[in-house]
């Protein structure tokens, strides 16, 4: 079964660091990209950016690009989401996603994510 | 403001259909293929459709996404009140080389 699964429950203060992670199982893991996707309170699903465990390409939602990192250790099967400083806007629930990226003879381009992770809930406050 | 726009919510009977449109433009659901995601209350997003119209193992057949020009629908027959969920639409913008996600269609089946 492929499955993905994140790290726990996180309380940070503002201005602190943190990396949480992503570990797949039950497919190979370099193949595949992994996404990350923001959910705060209440709202609906944001793009933060994809990356390609095998040589770790990583691209970036322009909304995220500086404001996190995104890395991956593909000898342990794990993705990371990371923030140097954070801030109390960095309060939601974050998902990790496997991500199938490809494109067609017609030069459509197809995109989609699953499985999902359970999700990691960051808060942020003082 | 997502660039996909989706109804923010939708309503039906049990039994009865429904249907969820996700409007976009040529850069993205008009020329790339389209995926729908469903949230049940405090859980992660399942893949519901990929490739615009195919379901992955174990998704019912009640479940079926389609497209026309620049926006793509989700349609869910034989309702459930088990299908009460926020649906989500997705795809690729080829001019931004982003993922982009619809805001999201909350469903009550009543």
């Known amino acids: 079964e492929v499955q993905l699964v994140q790290s726990g429950t996180e309380v940070k203060k503002p201005g602190e660091s943190l990396k949480i992670s992503c570990k797949g199982s039950g497919y190979i893991f370099t193949n595949y990209w992994i996404g990350w996707v923001r959910q705060m309170p209440g709202k609906g699903l944001e793009w933060m950016g994809i990356?390609?465990?095998?040589?770790?390409?990583?691209r970036y939602s322009p909304s995220f690009q500086g404001q996190v990192t995104i890395s991956a250790d593909k000898s342990i099967s794990t993705a990371y989401l990371q923030w140097s400083s954070l801030k109390a806007s960095d309060t939601a629930m974050y998902f990790c996603?496997?991500?199938?990226?490809?494109?067609?003879?017609?030069?459509?381009?197809?995109?989609?994510?699953?499985?999902w992770g359970q999700g990691t809930l960051v808060t942020v406050s003082s | 403001q997502s660039v996909l726009t989706q109804p923010p919510s939708v309503s039906a009977a049990p039994g009865q259909k429904v249907t969820i449109s996700c409007s976009g433009s040529s850069s993205n659901v008009g020329n790339n293929y389209v995926s729908w995601y469903q949230q049940l209350p405090g859980t992660a997003p399942k893949l519901l459709i990929f490739d615009t119209n195919k379901r992955p193992s174990g998704i019912p057949d009640r479940f079926s996404g389609s497209k026309s020009g620049t926006s793509a629908t989700l349609a869910i027959t034989g309702l459930q009140t088990g299908d009460e969920a926020d649906y989500y639409c997705g795809t690729w913008d080829s001019s931004l080389s982003v993922v982009l996600f619809g805001g999201g269609t909350s469903l009550t089946v009543l």
């Open positions: 990356i390609y465990p095998d040589d770790s390409d990583t």
């Open positions: 996603a496997r991500h199938y990226f490809g494109v067609d003879g017609s030069g459509s381009e197809d995109s989609w994510f699953g499985p």
